[in-house]
């Protein structure tokens, strides 16, 4: 009973003590955790694309319908509140807000640093992963450029405006997995819920992915951006099954909102949608939701959105972003587990 009982406790121990390390492609880095100004400047330069040499290339994606490439920009808001979302702006696991040193902060599922960059860390998606895990900047850089992927990659909203937060709604969804776990109708998800962070809000587990964002620009923390009152698409024009169903186009959620960084106004927009015209440089939704999708549909700025929808989830089970917050879940599960185990053989001892 000696032996089991210490074998356990060794076993529990190797589980927590493996949280974001050697099983992830690259190794973390000691470094000082940047203050919230210089996470704003990163934010407010990777929104505007200028972090030149200090950030990966951040590439092109479509504006307006039919769409035109033109180079990445972003809400830097909308930016910031993912990066709250994700680390709540932690690059290193350092003690204190900033100034502090410690080691990269890698989730239990190997997000690194600030965006939690999780994909192409093994070198194969055309960014350099030691500065992913060493520097904020480039960090905050690359997710950026995963984001403007996502955009490409996903359906029209509205105008296709990318100074528009409303219009990134499937981009942000995509961003954590565009697929049914993010879905508004998933049944997980109460009916009925009240926007995240609002004073009849649920808790982060009770909402997809992209309301959370939603939430956190509705909702900001310690004023690191101004308070957005971002627009919800209408729910109905997302499909809402399990299978054979993939988003289609969506009309503008109005009114729309710009995006700045703390210190500059957030603006209204009109937020004219566009007309019938334009109808024809839609992804035909028909057939998206048959999961039968013509080339010849497709925008040329917009890559083969189905095949996004791997069934793969980023998010866990449990509703937890790729974020420290996730690594301590993880972490006290295991305890948990540990601790029940060591009651059934205590008791067990003790009936013999």
Request: aromatic share 8%.
């Amino acid at each position: 009973m000696k032996r089991a009982l210490f074998v356990l406790i060794v076993m529990s121990s190797a589980m927590v003590s493996t949280r974001g390390s050697a099983d992830c492609p690259e190794p973390a880095v000691e470094g000082v955790q940047p203050c919230d100004a210089a996470l704003s400047t990163a934010f407010s330069r990777a929104a505007a694309n200028s972090l030149g040499s200090d950030g990966p290339d951040l590439g092109m994606i479509g504006e307006g319908r039919p769409s035109s490439s033109v180079s990445a920009r972003f809400p830097c808001a909308l930016l910031a509140a993912i990066g709250q979302v994700e680390s709540t702006w932690r690059q290193f696991s350092a003690t204190g807000t900033c100034g502090g040193t410690g080691p990269t902060l890698i989730s239990f599922d190997c997000g690194y640093g600030v965006m939690q960059i999780t994909s192409g860390m093994d070198g194969t998606a055309g960014f350099d992963p030691p500065s992913v895990a060493r520097g904020f900047v480039y960090n905050v850089g690359t997710g950026a450029r995963i984001l403007g992927q996502k955009w490409r990659t996903t359906p029209y909203v509205g105008v296709n405006n990318p100074d528009l937060v409303e219009c990134w709604y499937y981009a942000v969804w995509a961003y954590n997995g565009f697929s049914y776990i993010n879905n508004p109708h998933n049944p997980r998800y109460a009916a009925t819920r009240m926007p995240y962070r609002s004073d009849a809000g649920g808790a982060r587990s009770d909402y997809p992915y992209q309301e959370v964002v939603w939430g956190y620009l509705r909702s900001p923390v310690a004023d690191r951006w101004p308070t957005i009152e971002v627009s919800y698409p209408d729910d109905d024009e997302i499909c809402g099954t399990a299978t054979s169903c993939f988003p289609g186009n969506l009309s503008m959620p109005m009114p729309s909102h710009t995006g700045a960084c703390a210190g500059l106004p957030v603006e209204l927009d009109a937020g004219v949608a566009p007309d019938a015209s334009s109808d024809a440089s839609m992804l035909d939704a028909a057939l998206l939701d048959s999961g039968d999708v013509d080339a010849s549909n497709l925008d040329a700025s917009r890559i083969d959105a189905p095949a996004l929808d791997s069934g793969v989830v980023h998010q866990p089970p449990s509703g937890c972003s790729c974020s420290a917050a996730g690594a301590r879940l993880h972490e006290r599960s295991l305890l948990a587990l540990a601790l029940g185990l060591l009651l059934v053989l205590a008791r067990k001892r003790a009936r013999q």
